[in-house]
């Protein structure tokens, strides 16, 4: 049985694999009110929320945005027939059961890797992030890591290159918060996950794959559009070659490179920096969510809302697995 992780963080993610029996049902389908329909308003736009105490008490990761305090019968009926969506309240470990294929893949939510005060995948800091990064910092994460045959890993979206950011240290059993350079922090870090991986994967059962940074369009300026536009109404490519915006840390690329280069386990580096930088137009812009129509509201301002971090036209993330197919069949 192939078991394949993605760690995402932000948006990023990993892939451990359990053995489990195929699924009862393919599906099932619930008739009712809240009892079986908690709702979760966080992705919604409404003052009605439940990510705090006591909603999500008997969660293990705590609050999720559910208006409840733990697992709803259609939750655990999902759970005991191995519904093959199912999906975790907390959102911590997605799980896709492609049966077909005797396999599992896994997507789990870490974005710095260690332990953070990001942790939560639906309610978490978006600004004030503090990284733990100290001996066990990352096992808390780690423990779901063991025993697969692929792990993918990615951390970079939630890192902040060029900017000073909290570090949680210890020393002497006592725990204290340093102001270091992110590009530092993001060292230690993976400093820590390749001394994880030399010392809990056998490379003859696990592969090992490390994701580079996904570019982001948020300055028309640096590819000759508006001077304050954005990917907003980009329909076209950037055509040269040697392009490379700021969104992207080259310093982070240098970390990645020095770290990983020196690890005894090895590590392939799936670099899909450089080709994401010329896809201006693929972004999901202002076709997402919002919190009201925009051509009836603010049309002159709809750049504003736009989201030109993650992706949506088909192609450009195409290829990054296909590279990742390559690289599994051709190491």
């Excluded at 908690?38 to 409404?46: E, K, V």
């Excluded at 736009?306 to 990054?320: I, K, S, V």
């Amino acid at each position: 049985m192939v078991e394949v992780w993605w760690l995402m963080l932000l948006v990023s993610s990993l892939l451990m694999g359990l053995v489990r029996p195929d699924p009862q049902v393919p599906c099932y389908f619930i008739f009712g009110d809240s009892l079986v329909d908690n709702g979760n308003n966080n992705y919604i736009a409404s003052l009605a929320r439940a990510n705090y105490m006591p909603y999500g008490i008997d969660f293990p990761g705590g609050p999720s945005g559910r208006f409840s305090n733990g697992m709803t019968t259609v939750d655990v009926i999902g759970k005991t027939f191995l519904v093959s969506n199912y999906v975790a309240p907390k959102r911590l470990i997605i799980i896709l059961y492609p049966w077909e294929y005797n396999a599992t893949i896994e997507f789990y939510w870490a974005p710095f890797l260690v332990t953070s005060n990001c942790d939560n995948a639906t309610s978490h800091k978006g600004l004030d992030r503090i990284v733990h990064e100290y001996s066990g910092s990352l096992e808390r994460h780690a423990q779901h890591w063991k025993g697969v045959d692929i792990l993918v890993f990615n951390t970079y979206a939630w890192w902040q290159p060029g900017k000073m950011m909290k570090i949680v240290r210890r020393s002497w059993g006592k725990k204290y918060i340093r102001w270091m350079k992110a590009e530092d922090g993001y060292r230690l870090v993976l400093k820590s996950m390749v001394s994880w991986l030399e010392n809990n994967i056998d490379p003859q059962k696990t592969r090992v794959f490390f994701t580079t940074m996904s570019a982001t369009h948020f300055r028309s300026a640096e590819w000759g559009g508006k001077r304050d536009g954005n990917c907003y109404g980009e329909t076209t490519p950037i055509l040269d070659p040697t392009y490379w915006g700021s969104g992207s840390s080259k310093s982070i690329m240098k970390v990645v490179g020095e770290v990983l280069g020196a690890s005894k386990t090895p590590i392939t580096i799936i670099n899909v920096t450089q080709l994401s930088e010329y896809r201006k137009d693929a972004h999901v812009s202002i076709y997402r969510l919002q919190p009201y129509d925009l051509t009836q509201k603010r049309p002159a301002k709809s750049d504003g809302y736009a989201d030109c971090n993650h992706w949506c036209l088909p192609g450009l993330q195409d290829t990054w697995n296909e590279l990742l197919y390559a690289k599994l069949l051709f190491p």
